[in-house]
């Protein structure tokens, strides 16, 4: 059987799950494996009507670096990845600021995502809940609950659907402290970018919708298309 390789926004999750339901904390940690088998350079847009905002994501095993064109500039992030925490430093005159707690909760560029959604924090939060089986659309996902332990953003609690066959996140929910919908993630389509030094394809992110969801009513408020090209290769090159 073939390997695949999932990159869901800003991490890639190996598609390797057991045949039982495994505990909570396995399948956060499989949908949160930074991609140690492979380097991946992306391209693409975030969305929001008509307007586009270029962005590009580097993944060169725990360090992840993510960039976006505003004001004829590329403003440039680091994710810095460890087993039990997710460190965003911003890149500020070409040195790494560690990025304020009191931003997280801001929009990125006028779209649906903020820089806590672009650090996918949340899959650090201690003490993960498996609370069953759902599907999406037509695949068969694990439901996890994870609490806020306290430390900034908007959300208090978020909801993720880990695919049980491949491990990889399919839709994440976000709520805020009075249980209210904040936020949705849906990825909607990926790609092939070919084999690993393994041999094995591979497939990528093409495309995950970030919806702002109007607390009143959970309806969708609006919504931001994080669609990535096609590479040239599997390592193309990008600015830096």
Known sequence: MKTAILACCFFLSSFVMADEAPNAEQIIGSAKMAAALQQVDLQGNMTRGRDKVPVALFLRNNDIQFQYYEKQIWQKFHLRMKDDVCDLYEMI?????????????????????????????????????????????????????????????????????????????????????????????????????????????????????VSTMNPSNSRVHSQTKLIFDQPATVTPKGPR
């Open 93 to 209: 005159n070409n040195k790494q600021t560690k990025f304020p707690l009191n931003r997280l909760a801001s929009p990125i560029a006028g779209t649906d995502l903020s820089y806590e959604d672009l650090a996918l924090r949340f899959f650090y939060w201690k003490k993960p809940v498996l609370l069953g089986s759902e599907r999406v659309g037509v695949h068969n996902c694990w439901k996890i609950r994870l609490n806020n332990p306290g430390q900034g953003g908007a959300y208090q609690v978020m909801y993720v659907w880990v695919h049980q066959k491949y491990g990889a996140f399919m839709k994440i929910e976000g709520f805020n402290r009075q249980g209210q919908i904040l936020k949705r993630f849906e990825v909607t389509d990926v790609m092939n970018i070919g084999k690993n030094a393994h041999g094995q394809e591979t497939y990528t992110l093409k495309q995950m919708n």
